[in-house]
DNA sequence: TTCCAGGGGTAGA
DNA sequence: TCTACCCATGGA
């Protein structure tokens, strides 16, 4: 096994274990994350077959420079285009591109941001692929938590490369490998469900060129565009489909689900009768664009609600 | 047993 | 655009 050691600079502020821990995906396999000593690892597939293993560690909020450092495990020493595509996907994952200084300024004439402008919070965890992060986003609606994390693992079990070590860890399943599964598969032994048929079509989509979820990423998508795309594709509504906006880091369109109107109404909106989901997004209005960011990380603690 | 979880597709209006 | 209805799964 060689060792490679990869650095680059994240746009500042950036906190390492916040940009982790921001939602819940450090907690979906196959990423790791340990708490205490701060450092996410994962197995990862190359474009050429080759199986890696990526331990990533960064700089704390209040470091004069930010940095971020993968300790990548490969079989063979990675060439230069293996060190680009990891460099790019390390990046990608802890979404070090995204400057969140416009939204600091805005942040710091309100109460209620001063945790997240300390601890530099805002960056949203992602999977290294599009097609990673929708399947899981997929896996997210209509369930709970817990079922979520069900039906990662048993996609992951049941058709996930092997990616050796002691622990008998696995890399989340390539378009691939999923389109190649039975629907029943999916349903039964992927716990999938209702959703196996749509997790199925979007990885044959992809595997046959019909669609190219990378073309998602490019700068020019308005947020209205770009959600009208995502709309089409089968098994994604407005909750995933917002959920994958802010994935994308477009953050001014608020998606208003069960869970947004628990936290907001309470805080906001005392002994108003009949709250609107358009109240609520006409009360985050001069926060555009960064509406997602104010609602997300408002202190919702600090006020004696839950998140 | 029944309900429901930070939904989504479809038919029908 | 809106509403009713159905869709698997598993924990409470």
């Not at 989901?277 to 009360?283: T, W």
Request: net charge negative; aromatic share 12%; hydrophobic share 40%.
């Amino acid at each position: 096994m060689q060792s490679t050691i990869l650095t680059s600079t994240p746009k500042s502020p950036f906190d390492f274990h916040s940009a982790a821990t921001g939602h819940g995906w450090y907690q979906l396999a196959p990423f790791r994350y340990d708490a205490e000593s701060r450092v996410l690892t994962w197995p990862q597939v190359l474009p050429g077959g080759e199986i890696i293993r990526i331990a990533l560690t960064g700089s704390q909020a209040h470091e004069r420079t930010p940095w971020l450092r993968a300790e990548v495990a490969s079989p063979q020493a990675l060439d230069q285009s293996g060190r680009d595509y990891v460099n790019a996907i390390v990046n990608w994952v802890m979404a070090t591109e995204i400057d969140l200084q416009p939204f600091y300024r805005r942040a710091a004439q309100v109460s209620g941001y001063e945790t997240a402008i300390d601890q530099a919070q805002g960056r949203f965890l992602r999977s290294p692929t599009l097609f990673e992060d929708f399947v899981k986003v997929i896996c997210t609606t209509n369930t709970t938590w817990a079922q979520t994390k069900g039906m990662v693992r048993a996609l992951i079990d049941g058709w996930g490369q092997e990616a050796g070590g002691d622990q008998g860890e696995r890399c989340f399943p390539t378009a691939g490998a999923l389109a190649g599964a039975s629907e029943e598969a999916l349903r039964q032994r992927g716990r999938l469900g209702y959703r196996a048929p749509y997790v199925l079509e979007l990885a044959r989509r992809i595997t046959s060129g019909d669609l190219d979820l990378d073309a998602f990423r490019l700068p020019d998508w308005t947020t209205i565009d770009l959600r009208r795309a995502l709309l089409k594709i089968k098994g994604i509504g407005p909750y995933a489909a917002a959920s994958l906006l802010t994935l994308l880091g477009h953050y001014d369109h608020l998606a208003v689900d069960s869970w947004t109107r628990k936290l907001v109404i309470p805080r906001f909106f005392t002994g108003q009768e009949q709250v609107s989901n358009a109240d609520i997004i006409a009360f985050y209005a001069d926060w555009h664009p960064y509406q997602q960011l104010a609602y997300w990380y408002y202190d919702w603690e600090g006020t004696g609600e839950t998140s």
